[in-house]
C-alpha cells in the first residue's frame, strides 16, 4: 500500500527507544530548552541593531535575515566548531581538540558576539558538571585549553556523554534559531503565533544547515553575511539597548 502523506512514519511502537537513547533526548531536550541557564535571552546576536536601523521591520524581513545568518553566516560555522569539537573529544585527540577551540574562540567577529558565545559556553559547562557529570568531561574540557565558546562546549559535553553527533547537531540549531526568534519578537514586535510560523517556515534551512555542517571541514568555514557582522559591531555603541548583543 503507498504512503500518503497522512500517514505516520514508520516507526516500531512495541519496540520505543533503548535506554541510551532515551536518555540521550533527555539531555538534549534539556541542555538545550529555552530554560537551560546559559543566559541566552538576554543576547540578540545584533538583531537588536537590526531592527533599529531597520533591516528588520516585520515577520518576513526577520525570516531573510535568520535564514542568511542560519546559511551563510554564524550558524553554519558554529555547526561546524560543534561538528569538529564532538569528533575530536570522543575520539580523545586532545591537540585537535584545543586547536579546534582556539579557532572557534579567534573566530568570532565583534566583542559583544564573543562575550554572548564565550558567556554561554561557560555556562553550560558548569552547569553539565554540576547536574549532569560524567567520566572524561573535566579531562575533555581541560584539554580545549582557554575559554570554550558555546558550540564548542555543546560539541564537547555532547561527546562526553556518547550523544550521536547528529541530533546534537539539530537540537543545537534549533535552539540557536529559537532564541534568535525569540529576540527578534520582543523587538519587532511579533506575536507567539508568528513566531511559531517563523520557527516553522525555518525548518527546512535549519535541517540542510545541519547537514552541510556535518560533511564540512575546518577549511570549509566562512560567512557572508557581513550586513549582520556589521550589525553586531555597531551595537556596541547603540544608544537604547536590551540586550547584550
Known amino acids: 500500500m503507498l504512503m500518503t502523506t497522512s500517514e505516520p512514519l514508520a516507526f ?14 533527555y539531555r538534549l531536550m534539556t541542555w538545550l530548552s529555552p530554560g537551560f541557564p546559559v543566559g541566552a535571552f538576554s543576547y540578540s546576536s545584533g538583531i537588536e541593531w537590526a531592527v533599529e536601523a531597520g533591516d528588520i521591520v516585520d515577520a518576513a524581513s ?23 569539537a ?20 579567534a573566530f568570532v567577529p565583534s566583542r559583544e558576539r564573543q562575550l554572548e558565545t ?9 552547569i553539565a558538571r554540576a547536574a549532569w557529570s560524567c567520566d572524561g568531561l ?12 558555546y558550540p564548542v562546549a555543546v560539541g564537547v559535553v555532547s561527546a562526553a556523554h556518547a550523544i550521536p553527533l547528529a541530533p546534537a547537531m539539530h537540537a543545537f540549531l534549533h535552539a540557536l534559531v529559537s532564541n534568535w526568534i525569540s529576540a527578534g519578537a520582543r523587538l519587532v ?3 507567539q503565533t508568528d513566531s511559531q510560523r517563523l520557527l516553522a517556515a525555518l525548518e527546512p534551512a535549519v535541517v540542510v544547515t545541519a547537514g552541510r555542517a556535518l560533511e564540512a571541514s575546518l577549511d570549509d568555514l566562512g560567512s557572508a553575511t557581513f550586513r549582520a ?17
Open 12 to 25: 516500531d511502537d512495541r519496540r520505543g527507544m533503548t535506554a541510551d537513547e532515551g536518555a540521550a533526548l
Open 62 to 84: 526577520l525570516r531573510d535575515w535568520l535564514a542568511a545568518m542560519l546559511a551563510d553566516g554564524s550558524g553554519f560555522c558554529d555547526g561546524v566548531f560543534l561538528a569538529q
Open 86 to 105: 564532538h569528533r575530536a573529544a570522543s575520539a580523545r585527540d586532545d591537540a585537535q581538540l584545543r586547536e579546534i577551540a582556539e579557532l572557534a574562540a
Open 118 to 126: 564565550s558567556t554561554q559556553g561557560r555556562a553550560f559547562i558548569e
Open 138 to 149: 573535566d579531562e575533555r574540557v581541560a584539554a580545549c585549553g582557554g575559554a570554550v565558546v
Open 189 to 191: 514586535p511579533l506575536g
Open 229 to 245: 557582522d556589521l550589525a553586531s559591531l555597531r551595537h556596541e555603541t547603540q544608544y537604547t539597548r536590551l540586550f547584550r548583543s
